[in-house]
């Protein structure tokens, strides 16, 4: 299982030496791409509204045409979430790119039914204790969609599927499902399902495991990081795994690399959730075999959780941000006195926003909303970016706001420089869970 | 010798909703012990209170020689709603690599340290 994205947005140059590895190594194999985080569905959604051949992957075109030739020839299955919120759509844009590289008669798999947007009563659903439960969530629901598991990954691929696309699915599912299809375990054989699922865990942020997010001048060094190779991870019948990269590319797979991403996410390490099984890997063996091959075994599973978990997306609120430089002599008393400029604007015009106020290179992404850290700072500093955080239900204070930052050019202290601002619309989630009978996943062919 | 968690031990975090995993890991086996008696779940909760952290639970990991952390309500509600730069909170690993732990001088030819911290 070879991984070519780990989020939307990923390096769409990275996935061509997974599937030259693949190609090479003489086994089969199939590349999977995860693009789907929390709230990119929700924009999916939005853009569908306005357009509705829209609301799938972006990049999806860049991620593909350059490999698709290779994974046909190669029979490497291609699986991915970058359906969205609307798998369909991303089928046809797949099938136009595969006609206009000339491979006629693509088969192309949709997995649908994670979207229940129109089929649940929330008031009727519990909602998943990893919520802050008391928060009230607002009506309009944008997106409701189950983590559904791989069970349908893999009866697609059985019925000859060269791309699967799907909407929400479980991350790790990407690469069960494809395992599954392959060496036909048993979706009861819990440590072999475990297995798949660990596999598809490591590989699901991309290069997170082999080297991306990972360097440390001096700590933990990465060979090329401009150039990381993303994972491939050779599994065999009996669940044992082998963390690596294509040969040739930067990065780094280590006992560190894969033990960072091994509980990336997890919260209790022997019961981490999914559709299809509950990981355990407070067992798990991870040893270094050779340069850049990491072996991983020892994955434990028992039956997966009654229900399945829905995320559901409400429409949220309006961040502004603005943000303006003093550097030099006496930067920072400068920058001080205007957030307190800024302040005292924001009171008297009588801006209804919740505000924050950070010292950019003093403390700021540790800080808390009331500067805590930042006021017991003493002493001074070469340069400083004084940023103003605004958020509100309507738009227009949100504006109102941003605009005292950029009226400090001609108002404020002397010798701020570089305003930047933006403005926008955030997208609120919340996490119920859904018993699996209300849930009917499917496969099409299209 | 007073040092910096980061010269034994390296760390990575991840979000979900205003909830916050930090994974703590041992470069050496014979640092192991100082992350199992040193960073406790007080330790961690008293540098992330004054942004409104509420609880830390520790996950003991002995097969990699890995703590986890798991702590809650430090995200200001969370990505969606945080008015902080960093809103996934992704950065918070550092803070807990920024704690100081006591190396036995028996054991300081082994770390990686860079700068001991002195009264």
């Known amino acids: ?15 061509q030496a997974v599937v030259a590895a693949i190609a090479a190594s003489g086994k089969r194999g199939a590349i999977m791409f995860e693009t789907l985080g929390e709230r990119t569905l929700a924009l999916g959604h939005l853009a569908r509204r306005n357009d509705p051949n829209s609301g799938y992957e972006p990049l999806l075109d860049e991620f593909l045409r350059p490999i698709l030739p290779t994974c046909v020839a190669a029979a490497i299955p291609i699986v991915s979430n970058f359906g969205a919120a609307n798998p369909m759509a991303a089928a046809h844009k797949i099938r136009a790119a595969a006609n206009a590289l000339g491979l006629r ?24 204790e990893g919520d802050d439960v008391n928060d009230t969530v607002p009506g309009e629901i944008i997106a409701a969609n189950v983590y559904l598991g791989a069970q349908q990954i893999a009866q697609a691929l059985r019925a000859g599927a060269q791309v699967v696309v799907t909407g929400r699915v479980a991350d790790p599912a990407l690469a069960l499902g494809p395992l599954v299809a392959h060496f036909g375990w048993d979706w009861n054989d819990w440590d072999l399902i ?15 495991v082999s080297g991306g997010y990972f360097a440390d001048p001096g700590y933990k060094d990465v060979p090329d990081p401009a150039n990381i190779g993303f994972p491939i991870a050779e599994v065999s019948a009996n669940g044992d795994i082998v ?20 509980i990336y996410e997890i919260h209790d390490p022997a019961n981490y959730l999914t559709p299809d099984v509950t990981l355990d890997v407070t067992g798990v063996k991870i040893d270094e075999i050779a340069a850049d091959r990491v072996s991983v075994r020892g994955a434990r599973g028992k039956p997966p959780p009654r229900d399945l978990k829905a995320t559901v997306c409400f429409p949220g609120d309006w961040l ?38 950070d010292f950019i290179g003093i403390q700021s992404v540790f800080d808390s909303d009331t500067s805590d850290l930042q006021n017991a700072f003493q002493g001074e500093v070469p340069e400083v970016r004084l940023r103003l955080a605004a958020s509100a239900a309507d738009r227009d204070s949100v504006k109102q706001s941003v ?41 099409s062919f299209l | 010798m007073k040092i910096l968690l980061h010269d034994i031990a390296h760390a990575r975090s991840g979000d979900k909703g205003n909830r916050l995993n930090i994974g703590v890991f041992a470069y050496r086996a014979e640092h192991w012990p100082i992350l199992l008696e040193q960073v406790t779940e007080e330790r961690v909760l008293a540098i992330y209170r004054h942004r409104g952290a509420t609880r830390v639970v520790r996950h003991v990991l002995e097969n990699i020689h890995a703590l986890n952390f798991v702590i809650d309500d430090l995200l200001e509600g969370g990505v969606n709603s945080s008015l902080n730069v960093d809103g996934h909170g992704k950065t918070n690993s550092y803070r807990l690599l920024g704690l100081e732990v006591d190396l036995p001088e028996s054991l300081a030819a082994s770390a990686n340290v860079r700068r001991e911290i002195r009264p």
């Open chain 1, 320 to 357: 502004g941000e603005a943000e303006i430089s003093y550097a030099g002599p006496n930067a920072l008393a400068r920058a001080r006195l205007a957030a307190d400029v800024v302040r005292r604007r924001l009171a008297m015009r009588g801006l209804a926003v919740r505000a924050r106020l």
């Open chain 1, 403 to 443: 605009q005292e930052v950029l009226a400090l050019y001609c108002c404020g202290p002397a010798g701020g420089g570089g305003v930047r601002t933006s403005i926008h619309n955030r997208i609120r989630t919340a996490s119920y869970l859904v018993p699996r009978h209300m849930v009917r996943p499917k496969v």
């Open chain 1, 243 to 262: 963390m690596t990269k294509p040969a040739g590319t930067g990065g780094r797979v280590s006992t560190m690399t894969v033990k960072e991403q091994l």
């Open chain 1, 194 to 208: 475990a297995a798949g699922t660990l596999a598809g865990h490591l590989l699901e942020c991309g290069a997170q």
């Open chain 1, 1 to 15: 299982m070879g991984c070519g994205a780990g989020f939307s947005g990923d390096r769409v140059d990275a996935p």
């Open chain 1, 105 to 128: 008669a693509l088969k192309i798999a949709v997995v649908s039914g994670d979207d229940v947007r129109e089929s649940i009563d929330l008031d009727r659903l519990e909602r998943w």
